[in-house]
C-alpha cells in the first residue's frame, strides 16, 4: 500500500485545498493529512487564521479525501510522521517548491501544483475590515514593527508621525508610509495607534488618541505612574476602546507555556521569582539621560515585573528598592516584592552588567529560563532528583520557530 502525507492549516476550507488534496489521494492508495494546531500556526507567524483546529479538521474530514487526520504540533514533526506511519511520498502546493526537499531523504517529495486565484488569506481579507495603523515616533523599535506587523492580514501601517519633518518624511520613504508632524491630522488619517515615542511623551498621544476614538497600543514602559494609567484605563473602558500596553514577552509562546505549567502545580506552590535583566549602552544615550525618564527601573522593569505579576498576581504586600545612582539616572536597581505567601526580586542594570535568567522556586522543583529569557525560547523544569528535570524543547521548538518563520 502507498503511503501519501499532506500538511496544512485548511483555514476557511476552499476549491485550491479540494484540488491540493484530490492531487495528494491520487498519489497512493492512503492519504494521510496533518492538520496544523492553533499553537503551531501561531508560532510560524500564522496569527489570522479564522477557523480553530476541531473546525479544520472537520472541513478536511468532510472532503471525503483523507484517510486519517492527523494534528502537526512542532517543528520537525514531519520527519517524525513520515517514519511512524512508514510514509512513501510527501505531497505539497508548489508554494512550498523547494522548501521540503530535505524530506527526499526520508520519502519521496512532491510539489503539487497550486491553483491560482483563492487561497485562505484572501477569504479572510474579503470578510473583515483592514485596520489603518500610524505609528508614532520613528526609532529603533518603529523600525522593527512595520516590516513585522506585513506577518498580519487585517491591519497594514498606513502613516508615521513625528514632530520633526526630516524624521517623519524619511521614515515614510523607507516603509511607503504617509508622513505627518502635527498629531490631530495624523489621528484623523488612522484607526489605530502604535506609540513608540521617548516615554515622556506616552501620556499625551495615549490621551489624545483614546479621546479621538482610536484604540491604542504602547510601547514599554506604559506610563511612569499609576495613577496616569489608572485614568487611561478607565477612558479606554468607557470610550469602548482597547488600550494594551506593547510587552512582547507577554505573547511569547514559550512563556505562556511556563504560566499554565506553573498554575498547573508542576513545581508545586511558587515561593519565589527572580528575574533580571541587564543591558549595557553606552553613553550619551536616552537611556542613561535622566531629563528623559531614562534608567534601569522605566527601561527594564516592565519585563521582569510582567513575569512577576504573571506568576504571583497583584496583591502583594510591599515593594523595596535599592538603587545605584550615575549622573541622576539608576544603573542598577534591586527591588523586592513581598506577597503574603511568596517572595520576589528583579535585578536590572543599565550601566551593569548581570545574568539576564529567570527562576521560579516551588515546593516540589524550579523552572529556570536562561538569558535572554525575556524572548523565552527554551526553559528547563528541574527537581532534586535531576534524572526528573525535563527540558522543555516543545518551547525551544515554538521560539525557533517563530524566530525564523520556518515551515
Ligand atoms: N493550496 C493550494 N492552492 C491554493 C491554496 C493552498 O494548492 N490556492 C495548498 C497549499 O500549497 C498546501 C495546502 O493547500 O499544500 C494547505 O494550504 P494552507 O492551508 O495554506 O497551509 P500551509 O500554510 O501551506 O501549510 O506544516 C504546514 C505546511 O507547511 C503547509
Redesign the pocket.
Known amino acids: 500500500m502507498k503511503k501519501v502525507i499532506?500538511?496544512?492549516?485548511?483555514?476557511l476550507l476552499h476549491q485550491?485545498?479540494l484540488?491540493?488534496l484530490r492531487r495528494a489521494k491520487e498519489l497512493g492508495d492512503y492519504l494521510i493529512v496533518?492538520v496544523?494546531s492553533d499553537s503551531f500556526d501561531r508560532g510560524r507567524g500564522?496569527l489570522n487564521v479564522r477557523n480553530n483546529v476541531l473546525e479544520r479538521v472537520e472541513a478536511v474530514k468532510a472532503t471525503g479525501y483523507a484517510d486519517e487526520v492527523i494534528i502537526?504540533d512542532y517543528l520537525g514533526q514531519k520527519i517524525d510522521d513520515i517514519q511512524k506511519y512508514n510514509v512513501d511520498v510527501f505531497a505539497?502546493?508548489?508554494?512550498?517548491a523547494g522548501k521540503f526537499d530535505y524530506l527526499n531523504e526520508f520519502c519521496e517529495v512532491v510539489y503539487?501544483p497550486?491553483?491560482?486565484g483563492?487561497?485562505?488569506t484572501m477569504l479572510r481579507a474579503e470578510s473583515q475590515t483592514s485596520y489603518r495603523i500610524g505609528v508614532v515616533g520613528s526609532g529603533r523599535i518603529a523600525r522593527r514593527f512595520v516590516p513585522e506587523s506585513r506577518e498580519v492580514n487585517g491591519a497594514e501601517v498606513t502613516a508615521v508621525m513625528n514632530p520633526e519633518r526630516e524624521e517623519a518624511e524619511g521614515f515614510a520613504r523607507q516603509f511607503g508610509l504617509k508622513a505627518f508632524t502635527g498629531y490631530a491630522e495624523f489621528l484623523g488619517d488612522v484607526d489605530l495607534v502604535y506609540v513608540a515615542s521617548p516615554h515622556l511623551t506616552h501620556y499625551e498621544y495615549v490621551k489624545e488618541a483614546l479621546m479621538a476614538g482610536k484604540h491604542v497600543l504602547c510601547e514599554i514602559p506604559f506610563l511612569l505612574s499609576r495613577s496616569e494609567a489608572e485614568k487611561m484605563f478607565a477612558l479606554a473602558e468607557e470610550k469602548n476602546l482597547v488600550l494594551m500596553e506593547a510587552s512582547k514577552t507577554a505573547y511569547c509562546p514559550a512563556f505562556g507555556h511556563i504560566v499554565t505549567l506553573v498554575k498547573s502545580g508542576i513545581i508545586g506552590d511558587v515561593v519565589d521569582v527572580q528575574a533580571s535583566l541587564s543591558k549595557m549602552v553606552p553613553p550619551p544615550t536616552r537611556e542613561l539621560d535622566a531629563a528623559q525618564a531614562g534608567g534601569a527601573m522605566t527601561e527594564h522593569a516592565p519585563l521582569t515585573l510582567l513575569a512577576i505579576v504573571k506568576l504571583l498576581g497583584v496583591d502583594w504586600k510591599d515593594v523595596n528598592f535599592h538603587s545605584l545612582i550615575k549622573d541622576g539616572v539608576d544603573i542598577y536597581t534591586k527591588g523586592v516584592v513581598n506577597y503574603p505567601h511568596a517572595t520576589a526580586s528583579f535585578t536590572l542594570g543599565i550601566g551593569v552588567k548581570t545574568e539576564g535568567n529567570l527562576v521560579i522556586s516551588g515546593t516540589k522543583g524550579y523552572i529556570y529560563v536562561p538569558a535572554p529569557w525575556w524572548l523565552t525560547d527554551f526553559f528547563e523544569v528541574r527537581y532534586e532528583d535531576q534524572r526528573n528535570t525535563s527540558t522543555a524543547t516543545t518551547a525551544r521548538v515554538f521560539a525557533t520557530r517563530f524566530r525564523n518563520g520556518s515551515?
Not at 499532506?6 to 483555514?11: F, K
Not at 505539497?92 to 512550498?96: F, H, L, N, Q, V
Open positions: 499532506t500538511y496544512g492549516t485548511y483555514d485550491g485545498h484540488n491540493l496533518g496544523t500564522k502537526e505539497i502546493g508548489s508554494d512550498w503539487l497550486r491553483t491560482e483563492i487561497s485562505s515551515p
